[in-house]
Every structure is written in structure tokens, then in C-alpha cells.
């Protein structure tokens, strides 16, 4: 069983920044292609990023459209955490973000963790 933890969610200004991170308790997390998920208010889940495992892929993150440019996926594989850094954050950015597991990016998430606030306001 993967138990997954995010961090660093919190109230930042727009424009503002702000890292996330996820971390796994009982596993090993670059055993598993990692995703950020968010859920805005009112709407439906929409996935940001994938990180594949530098195990048993190439380690390489696709990113959605909506935040191609701003958000960046990365591994520690010291810490066992992957992040989800978050730059030129807007109101629409508001949401619970969550990290979740898959064998790989293309297959859907088995393991997920209980979400981090993330609001955008002045």
C-alpha cells in the first residue's frame, strides 16, 4: 500500500509562488510515475503533470496546456519527494491539489493523498 502526502499548499498573492511536495510513506517513490491533480471548486479533476519513473522509464514530466510554462514537476529522489513548483499563479489556480501513483503515466491513478489547499488571492 502507497500512502501519499502533500505539503505547501497555502494563501499566496497572484503572481506569487508556491512548491508543493509529495511524499510517500512504505514506498519507494521512483518506483511509480507520479501526477498532479487538481480540483477547483465546483469542477471536475484536471490532471497538471506526470513525472515518469527514472527506474523503469525516461523520468521525463508532461505537463497539461493550462500550465505548461508556469508548473514545474521534478523529483528528489535523496528525499523520496517529488514537487510540483508553481510560478505566475492566478485566481483560477485555486484549488486542492493532489499527488497520486501510477505503474505509468498512461494508466490510471492507483494510489492518491488526501489533496493540499492551494488559494490565489489578494
Known amino acids: 500500500q502507497v500512502q501519499l502526502a502533500e505539503s505547501g499548499g497555502g494563501l499566496v498573492q497572484p503572481g506569487g509562488s508556491l512548491t508543493l511536495a509529495c511524499s510517500a510513506a512504505?514506498?519507494?517513490?521512483?518506483?511509480?510515475?507520479i501526477g498532479w491533480v487538481r480540483q477547483a471548486p465546483g469542477k471536475g479533476r484536471e490532471g497538471l503533470s506526470c513525472?515518469?519513473?527514472?527506474?523503469?522509464?525516461?523520468?521525463?514530466?508532461v505537463y497539461a496546456d493550462s500550465v505548461k510554462g508556469r508548473f514545474t514537476t521534478f523529483r528528489d529522489n535523496v528525499k523520496n519527494t517529488v514537487y510540483l513548483q508553481m510560478n505566475s499563479l492566478e485566481p483560477e489556480d485555486t484549488a486542492i491539489y493532489y499527488c497520486?501513483?501510477?505503474?505509468?503515466?498512461?494508466?490510471?491513478?492507483?494510489?492518491w493523498g488526501q489533496g493540499t489547499q492551494v488559494t490565489v488571492s489578494s
Open positions: 497520486a501513483a501510477s505503474e505509468i503515466c498512461e494508466y490510471e491513478y492507483d494510489y
Open positions: 512504505g514506498a519507494t517513490l521512483d518506483d511509480y510515475a
Open positions: 513525472i515518469s519513473s527514472t527506474k523503469t522509464r525516461d523520468g521525463k514530466t
